[in-house]
């Protein structure tokens, strides 16, 4: 009897190891200047015997990695096959607005979206995922994600691993939460299980010679403290949004989510063994979603001590060392690049956000807001002058760590709380973790793209916060070109009325003036083109009550923006039409 028992837990142990651990999926690469993605849903076998329900970009669940080359002009065209509407965002890359693809820029089931761009942006490990206001979480979680690998010249002229898959592998950890049927959670406190590239218990197989792995954090909320197991050390060379200055020996390294870190790992004399790459969450600050703890007593996270993988140390991927390639990576690079700050005395403005909870201080649960207010799609919550350099001053007021990201530009840390960044935050980035009641300061410059219609996003990247309204938009706007927006309302002019919305058959925008003049009504289509252009002329002063009435019938479905202008007085808003 005892011996049956014996018996029967060493098998069960042995069946872990053997039957429990899959080859880690590397995706696929497309690369040269013309892409098709299409979004659309797919089920995947996360667990035998059941189906979960997933969402991918070519495929079932994530999608194709993008390669492409710093100045290279490419297109993309994104069909999205979902009954759902959505977006695709190219996180961290500097493009138009029109470009970007954030939650204005949508693409309706059953059609094409496409982009086109010159990469202007410096070698680094870059990303695409959804961006639909309020929808982000779930068509992220779903599995609509990929990477974009940059490369340039610079780059290519150190000595490092790039050989896809063979000595540079994309690493993309995202914690996932599942209900009983093996169904995606968006609840994301219940994330206790690790996917690595959409593989659940992976394993990876590098050669025994420097290796790099590009690390992003796909999560939607939790932090990582990546390390490997037995403190080995390795080298971050990069960080968002290109190399950093010199390599930067580490045994820990966090990521919280939308961070991307390149690492060097050198595996020359380990050919044969076996190692882990782990998340040493234990080390992780209070406050920190990942960590032993946020929030305190009722005013914690529901069900946030239940989870195993927080405050813990776990793995994340088994690392088997086989044999090395030909012409093995045997060194690390001394020098990197030479990252150049804009200079603090050239700035023309400050900005200053304040991170709040509106549930009060002690609430670790939110909603969060920026500057007191959610995010409205109709609401633009600064306007940059193009070619600006200014400093944004984050205030985190509330006790949770958020990840704040910026579309359009990368930035430079500028200080955490008056003190120095720590050197692998030296470097171009695009996400800072600020940490509870933590001020952090960056420096950027908002350069090449302006558009008048159409704004960038800045928002918290845990997507549960960003689709609960922890987000901002920005126009940048070129003075040259366009009238600048007097947000004062002249007694003038008043705007009356602008209903209903979506509407058919057509939307009416009433307005009074009491003054000789025109109002001109221009709208433009999502990408900023003038599709309809309408003008009511006023010989004599007076109390002129009117309207414009759009024709919806005359423009096909979709989303626009009209602006109307009478004197200084300008004003944009969003109209949908749909038929
Ligand atoms: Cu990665 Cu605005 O997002
Ligand atoms: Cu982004
Ligand atoms: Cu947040």
């Known amino acids: 009897m005892k011996l049956t028992y014996i018996i029967l837990i060493g098998y069960l142990i042995s069946a872990v190891f053997i039957y429990g651990q899959t080859q880690l999926t590397i995706p696929d690469t497309l690369s040269g200047t013309n892409f098709n993605l299409t979004v659309k849903s797919g089920t995947v076998n996360f667990y035998p015997g059941f189906v979960t329900n997933t969402m991918g970009v070519n495929g079932n669940y994530l999608g194709p990695t993008l390669i492409l080359r710093k100045g290279e002009h490419v297109q993309i065209n994104v069909t999205n096959s979902l009954t759902d509407t959505t977006t695709i965002h190219w996180h961290g890359m500097h493009v138009a607005p029109e470009n970007d693809g954030g939650p204005h820029t949508v693409i309706l089931p059953g059609t094409t979206w496409q982009p086109q761009f010159t990469v202007m942006d410096n070698a680094a490990t870059y990303w695409y995922h959804p961006h639909l206001h309020k929808k982000t979480n779930e068509h992220v979680t779903k599995g609509v994600s990929g990477f974009i690998i940059v490369r340039d010249s610079n780059e290519a002229k150190i000595n490092l691993p790039r050989r896809y898959s063979v000595d540079d592998f994309p690493i993309v950890v995202q914690s996932r939460a599942f209900d009983a049927n093996k169904q995606f959670l968006f609840k994301s406190e219940l994330d206790s299980v690790i996917l690595v590239n959409g593989t659940k218990n992976p394993y990876l197989q590098v050669p025994s010679q420097v290796v790099r792995l590009r690390l992003l954090n796909g999560s939607t909320e939790r932090t990582y403290n990546f390390g490997l197991k037995g403190n080995k050390s390795f080298y971050q060379i990069a960080g968002d949004g290109g190399l950093l200055n010199v390599p930067i020996l580490f045994t820990r390294l966090r990521l919280a989510p939308g961070e991307r870190a390149e690492i060097l790992v050198d595996f020359s004399s380990m050919q044969g063994q076996t190692t882990y790459l782990m998340s040493y969450a234990s080390d992780l600050s209070n406050g920190i979603i ?79 807001v920026i500057n007191g207010v959610p995010f409205n799609m109709n609401t633009i919550n600064y306007n940059v002058p193009l070619n600006n350099i200014e400093i944004w001053e984050l205030r985190n007021q509330t006790l949770v760590a958020h990840p704040f990201h910026i579309h359009d530009v990368q930035f430079y840390l500028l200080d955490r709380n008056g003190s120095a960044v720590p050197s692998n935050e030296k470097g171009r980035k695009d996400v800072v973790l600020v940490l509870p009641l933590e001020t952090v300061r960056f420096i950027t410059k908002f350069e090449n793209f302006s558009n008048s219609m159409v704004p960038y996003m800045y928002h918290c990247h845990l997507l549960t916060h960003e689709d609960d309204g922890m987000m901002g938009q920005f126009l940048v706007t070129n003075t040259t070109d366009v009238e600048i927006e007097n947000p004062s309302l002249p007694n003038e002019f008043l705007l009356m009325q602008n209903y209903p919305n979506p509407f058919n058959p057509s939307t009416v925008i009433g307005y009074q003036l009491s003054i000789a003049g025109h109002v001109t009504l221009k709208v433009y289509d999502i990408l900023g083109r003038e599709v309809a252009t309408l003008v009511n002329e006023y010989q004599t002063a007076g109390l002129h009550h009117s309207q414009f009435a759009i024709i919806n019938s005359q423009l096909p479905s979709g989303v626009y923006l009209y602006r109307i202008q009478a004197g200084y007085f300008t004003e944009t808003k969003k109209m949908i039409i749909s038929k």
């Open 290 to 368: 990942g960590a032993r703890q946020v929030g305190m007593g009722i005013n914690g996270i529901p069900n946030y001590s239940n989870n195993k993988l927080n405050g813990a140390d776990f793995n994340i991927l088994r690392i088997d060392v086989i044999a090395p390639t030909v012409n093995p990576i045997t060194t690390i690079p001394t020098s990197l690049t030479t990252n150049i700050p804009w200079n603090t005395a050239s700035v023309n403005a400050t900005r200053i956000l304040t991170f709040t909870s509106t549930g009060g201080m002690m609430n670790v649960v939110g909603p969060f």
